[in-house]
């Protein structure tokens, strides 16, 4: 089992950046994929990033060149950082932790993320 708590959420003016952590704890970190994922009101949710055990990152297009995906082994977690923020970036967004292999597939909890002036 891996247990997952996401931070960092908030109220944002649009332009603004914040930065959502992901804490993991309960098994070994490095060996999972790690993702950041957003669902916003009505919509289902989707993809925003993505960091393998190995380090290779993916971004929705939508977010390229605005979001940074990273990690930190040593610590237990990942890092989304959010730059030039726009409305359409509003939603609640969830950490993820998969590990194919062993047919495993987490969730935290999530945490708001409103872009607004």
């Known amino acids: 089992q891996v247990q997952l708590v996401e931070s960092g959420g908030g109220l944002v003016q649009p332009g603004g950046s914040l930065r959502l952590s992901c804490e993991a704890s309960?098994?070994?970190?490095?060996?999972?994929?790690m993702g950041w994922y957003r669902q916003a009101p009505g919509k289902q949710r989707e993809l925003v990033a993505s960091?393998?055990?190995?380090?290779?990152?993916n971004y929705a297009d939508s977010v390229k060149g605005r979001f940074t995906i990273s990690r930190d082994n040593a610590k237990n977690t990942v890092v989304l950082q959010m730059n030039s923020l726009n409305p359409e970036d509003t939603a609640v967004y969830y950490c993820?932790?998969?590990?194919?292999?062993?047919?495993?597939?987490?969730w935290g909890q999530g945490t708001q993320v409103i872009v607004s002036s």
């Open positions: 993820n932790a998969r590990n194919a292999r062993r047919g495993e597939n987490f």
């Open positions: 960091i393998s055990s190995s380090g290779w990152t």
């Open positions: 309960g098994s070994i970190f490095r060996i999972y994929d």
